[in-house]
T-cell receptor, first 112, second 115 residues
Framework: KAGVTQTPRYLIKTRGQQVTLSCSPI?????VSWYQQTPGQGLQFLFE???????NKGNFPGRFSGRQFSNSRSEMNVSTLELGDSALYLC???????????FGPGTRLLVL | AQKVTQAQTEISVVEKEDVTLDCVYE???????LFWYKQPPSGELVFLIR??????QNEISGRYSWNFQKSTSSFNFTITASQVVDSAVYFC????????????FGRGTSLIVHP
C-alpha cells in the first residue's frame, strides 16, 4: 500500500501571500489530520477531517483552514502568510478518528 | 489537561550502546493511548508503537522495547545495541479517545548514534 503523500515537498512564499498544501491519505483511510512543526513550538495539531467534515481543531488563527474531498484527499490553506508560518507541515491519515495515525513526509514552507 | 514530557532534549551514544528514552505523561483520564514515533532527517514521522492504558505489558520488537508503568505515568523506550540508522528524533504522544481527539506530543528527544 502506498503511504501518505504530500505535495509540494518544499515551498517558498513571501509575506502576505497564501498557500495551499495537499495530502493524499493511505488508501482506505478516511481521517486526515494536519500538524505544524517548528523548532520553537514543536508538533502542534492544526485540525482533523473525517468524511469531509472537520472533527477537531487546534488553537490556530482563522488564517489556517482546510477541507477534505470525497476521496479523502485533503488540502490546507494558509492565507496572509507571516514569517512565523515557516514550518514543516505534516499530514497524517488513519482509518478513523482515534485510530493510529500514519504520517506523510511533510511540506517544508519557508516564508520570506 | 494532558501533558507529555520528554525531558531529554538530546542523547548522544556510540554504536552498540543501549539507550533509554524517557516519556512521562499527565492525564486525568483512565482511558488513553500512548504512542512512540520516530522522525528521521527526512521529516516523516514513523509509527513505532501504540499502547492502551489498560495494557501494562511491556513489549519487545527486535532491538526496541517499551516499558509502560502507570504507577509512575511513564512509557519509556529502550533501544538495545544502537545503530547509526537509529539516529532520529523520537516523539512520545498521548491521545484520549472518546473526547476531542487532539493528540498531545512531547517535544521530542534527538538521538545521535556515533559510529
Amino acid at each position: 500500500k502506498a503511504g501518505v503523500t504530500q505535495t509540494p515537498r518544499y515551498l517558498i512564499k513571501t509575506r502576505g501571500q497564501q498557500v495551499t498544501l495537499s495530502c493524499s491519505p493511505i488508501s482506505g483511510h478516511r481521517s486526515v489530520s494536519w500538524y505544524q512543526q517548528t523548532p520553537g513550538q514543536g508538533l502542534q495539531f492544526l485540525f482533523e477531517y473525517f468524511s469531509e467534515t472537520q472533527r477537531n481543531k487546534g488553537n490556530f488563527p482563522g488564517r489556517f483552514s482546510g477541507r477534505q474531498f470525497s476521496n479523502s484527499r485533503s488540502e490546507m490553506n494558509v492565507s496572509t502568510l507571516e514569517l512565523g508560518d515557516s514550518a514543516l507541515y505534516l499530514c497524517a491519515s488513519s482509518l478513523a478518528t482515534q485510530e493510529t495515525q500514519y504520517f506523510g513526509p511533510g511540506t517544508r514552507l519557508l516564508v520570506l | 489537561a494532558q501533558k507529555v514530557t520528554q525531558a531529554q532534549t538530546e542523547i548522544s551514544v556510540v554504536e552498540k550502546e543501549d539507550v533509554t528514552l524517557d516519556c512521562v505523561y499527565e492525564t486525568r483520564d483512565t482511558t488513553y493511548y500512548l504512542f512512540w514515533y520516530k522522525q528521521p532527517p527526512s521529516g516523516e514521522l514513523v509509527f513505532l508503537i501504540r499502547r492502551n492504558s489498560f495494557d501494562e505489558q511491556n513489549e519487545i520488537s527486535g532491538r526496541y522495547s517499551w516499558n509502560f508503568q502507570k504507577s509512575t505515568s511513564s512509557f519509556n523506550f529502550t533501544i538495545t545495541a544502537s545503530q547509526v540508522v537509529d539516529s532520529a528524533v523520537y516523539f512520545c504522544a498521548l491521545i484520549h479517545p472518546g473526547g476531542s481527539y487532539i493528540p498531545t506530543f512531547g517535544r521530542g528527544t534527538s538521538l545521535i548514534v556515533h559510529p
